[in-house]
């Protein structure tokens, strides 16, 4: 991806990250920014695809991309977004061979690395309108939404339960699932 695009994707992201702080948000900016981009990886694809890898005894590696909190996030944390509005997106990620990972993590766990994140994770959890002392449930809430949520997409899933395991075990489990280990 260019620099100029990359800056353009943060400055997207910026833009809507304010809109919805002001309360400005509507359905289609949540379109506009899962569409593009996915316009970029499936622009990315294509690409790859012309390249003359066979003609030169060359394999063509697979490229893996990570979206984190993508067309789930925008149905669950959005009240304004339905399932059904993501259903092409669904569909173009799957034509992309993409799979679904989401982390899940129990309610003892939640707390210990909610206290380990310290003041400024608070402050952002409070900026949701959340009342002190009510985040991990909120947060477990949210996390039962996006289990639920991962049952119905076409994508392949896997839910990973970070609860007793390190970040790198974690880690280890995503690139299995993806079959790159």
């Known amino acids: 991806m260019s620099r100029s695009r990359s ?7 910026e833009q809507l990250a304010a809109k919805q702080r002001a309360g400005e948000l509507v359905l289609q900016d949540h379109l506009d920014m899962v569409n593009d981009l996915l316009n970029v990886v499936e622009a ?14 060359r394999v063509n590696h697979r490229t ?12 669950c944390c959005n009240d304004h977004v339905s399932w059904s509005d993501m259903e092409d997106c669904e569909r ?6 993409c799979k679904l990972c989401v982390v899940r993590i129990d309610g003892v766990a939640l707390v210990d690395r909610h206290r380990e994140r ?14 002190e002392g009510k985040v991990a449930d909120f947060l ?6 996006f289990i639920a949520r991962s049952c119905q997409p076409a994508l392949e899933v896997h839910i990973v339960d970070m609860s007793a ?7 280890v489990e995503v ?3 993806w079959g790159i280990c």
């Open 140 to 145: 477990l809430r949210r996390q039962d939404q």
């Open 165 to 171: 395991i390190t970040v790198e075990d974690g880690a």
């Open 7 to 13: 800056c353009r994707l943060f400055v997207f992201t």
């Open 64 to 75: 893996s991309y990570i979206f984190e909190r993508f067309h789930l996030s925008h149905v």
């Open 118 to 131: 310290g003041t400024q994770w608070q402050e952002v959890v409070r900026g949701w309108g959340v009342a």
């Open 92 to 97: 173009r990620l799957a034509a992309l061979g």
């Open 44 to 57: 990315a694809e294509q690409r790859l695809g012309r390249m003359d890898w066979a003609e030169r005894d």
């Open 175 to 177: 690139l299995d699932f």
